[in-house]
């Protein structure tokens, strides 16, 4: 089965910026939508950004202009580049498929946004 494992996520300041990768073990990426989703204590899971196959991309509200994935089809990896984080931004964060994730999920990345 594919296997998606996220990294990059760690302590950052209000402001400040990081990086996730999420390497996909199959050649999915530049085949299926891929998307990144956060889990924040107590909320329910939602996605944040999708990008097709063709590189088209979708933002939600809250991370438009702020966040930017992309991808590299010959690694099997996406990317989201986290600009300008806020501490509602504080989430474990995991890629999986759009918009029907695999019944499974990797372990996720922990984003802390805090002074």
């Known amino acids: 089965q594919v296997q998606l494992v996220e990294s990059g996520g760690g302590l950052v300041q209000p402001g400040g910026s990081l990086r996730l990768s999420c390497a996909a073990s199959?050649?999915?990426?530049?085949?299926?939508?891929m998307g990144w989703y956060r889990q924040a204590p107590g909320k329910q899971r939602e996605l944040v950004a999708s990008i097709t196959g063709g590189g088209s991309t979708i933002y939600a509200d809250s991370v438009k202009g702020r966040f930017t994935v992309s991808r590299d089809n010959a690694k099997n990896t996406v990317f989201l580049r986290m600009n300008n984080l806020k501490p509602e931004d504080t989430a474990v964060y995991y890629c999986n498929l759009v918009p029907a994730p695999l019944p499974y999920w990797g372990q996720g990345t922990q984003v802390t946004v805090s002074s």
């Open positions: 199959g050649s999915i990426v530049n085949i299926y939508v």
